[in-house]
């Protein structure tokens, strides 16, 4: 494989925005009609700060808005001039309780790709995942930190529980054969400084092998909730009962998911009676692809050499489709292709539309962006679901 096509090929994984197959402004897809385009190209993930401004940022400076998306700030450099950092596309941002923004990502000027696929392994490489945090909206960024040095694939997710704890999701390269591993970070002390949770490895082999890309929902009995990008048809679920410190019931989730990351969401616009006493947490939304086409039931499969996975796998990443869960993921409603990209012949990622970010600006209105074909959308909760009674 060439350099230049093995470069390709691991873009996904660790966060690179490969040009020019990164589209903008909806460019060459089929949305929904329920779907609106957003007043802006940026990228999220996008969090709200001030109670109205809406923070952004992209490898290098933060943005805001203070017109929801309309109009943005001059961008304001993340780093010193003197650091040696460049922040990936792909990363979490968050904005706690107290009012704190965290950042995790890795860092794209200590990236050192070393895959052989003689030795089925990168021994060498590395991908640093960072951390940092703001105190004052987003406009200077302190306690940045290493997490770690290994290789570590994408930054997806953060949450913070109710009673304050703060979880992100990462990943590490394992080794002999090569592959993923995914694991969380969590912080009790305003996000000043971090625990590793065990590693959550289930074998594979591959440069794309292993486990990838987590996203986390906190269950209304207090555990965490992990759904995990595998090369196995669906999501694998982990549960943390202990706010993400240690992963130990792991298994097959049945969800049906092509190899690629989705986005789970706890929403905030539902909290209605539960016929108890109490009030309902709010439905939990799901973004990602589908093993196959709407109402198709193959797909070409990839892989299952050792080189970009032990097992053939579907990367359909052609449809993006949402569903809602009423039951905190027990059950799912039907899932909703929300986008679809029209020219089916363009090749690699850009033909894809993948890698969602998702931001509930409003407690009835989601915006939705992916790394992948440029998805840059919004849409009404109440036009794809009923409110509970």
């Known amino acids: 494989m060439s350099d230049s096509v093995q470069f390709r090929v691991i873009a996904a994984i660790i966060g690179i925005t490969v040009t020019p197959s990164f589209v903008h402004g909806n460019e060459g897809l089929w949305l929904d009609s329920r779907l609106h385009p957003l ?15 809406v923070l952004a940022i992209d490898e290098s400076a933060s943005y805001i808005s203070s017109d929801h998306g309309q109009t943005w700030s001059p961008g304001r450099p993340l780093f010193p001039d003197e650091q040696n950092i460049r922040g990936s596309n792909e990363r979490a941002l968050f904005c706690t309780q107290s009012g704190v923004v965290i950042v995790a ?71 002999n054969p090569g592959r993923h591993s995914v694991l969380t970070y969590s912080s009790t002390d ?22 990838t890309e987590p996203t986390l929902a906190e269950l209304p ?7 995990i990008r595998t090369n196995w048809g669906e999501f694998w679920s982990a549960y943390s009962h202990d706010g993400g410190q240690f992963w130990r019931v792991i298994h097959p989730s049945g969800v ?24 309902r947490a709010g439905r939990l939304v799901l973004i990602g692809n589908r093993p196959y086409p709407d109402g198709k039931t193959a797909w070409p499969l990839s ?28 059950t799912w409603g039907e899932p909703v292709v929300i986008a679809r990209r029209r020219d089916t012949n363009a090749v690699g990622s850009a033909r894809w539309v993948a890698y969602p970010y998702l ?7 989601l915006w939705i962006t992916t790394m992948q074909g440029g998805l840059r959308a919004r849409l009404k909760v109440p036009d794809f679901v009923q409110t509970r009674k």
């Open 256 to 279: 049906a998911a092509s190899s690629a990351p989705g986005i789970l969401r706890r929403l905030t616009s539902v909290g209605t009676d539960d016929g108890a006493g109490g009030k």
């Open 359 to 365: 931001f509930e600006t409003s407690p009835s209105e």
């Open 105 to 175: 990502f890795m860092n794209l000027a200590a990236r050192h790709w070393t895959w052989s696929d003689q030795l089925g392994d990168a021994l060498e490489a590395r991908l640093p995942t960072y951390v940092m945090r703001s105190v004052d909206g987003g406009k200077t960024w302190q306690d940045i930190q290493e997490m770690h040095n290994d290789c570590s694939g994408a930054v997806r997710d953060m949450i913070q529980k109710q009673d304050g704890r703060i979880i992100f999701t990462a990943m590490k390269l394992s080794h």
């Open 190 to 211: 305003d996000c000043k400084s971090w625990t590793a949770s065990n590693l959550i490895d289930l074998g594979g082999a591959g440069h794309h092998g292993g486990v």
């Open 303 to 330: 892989g299952g050499d050792n080189r970009w996975s032990a097992t053939p796998v579907s990367n359909h990443r052609e449809e993006l489709s949402m569903a809602f869960s009423e039951d905190d993921g027990k």
């Open 221 to 227: 009995d207090g555990r965490i909730w992990m759904l």
């Open 39 to 53: 007043p802006t190209e940026k990228l999220g993930p996008f969090v709200r700060i001030n109670n109205d401004d």
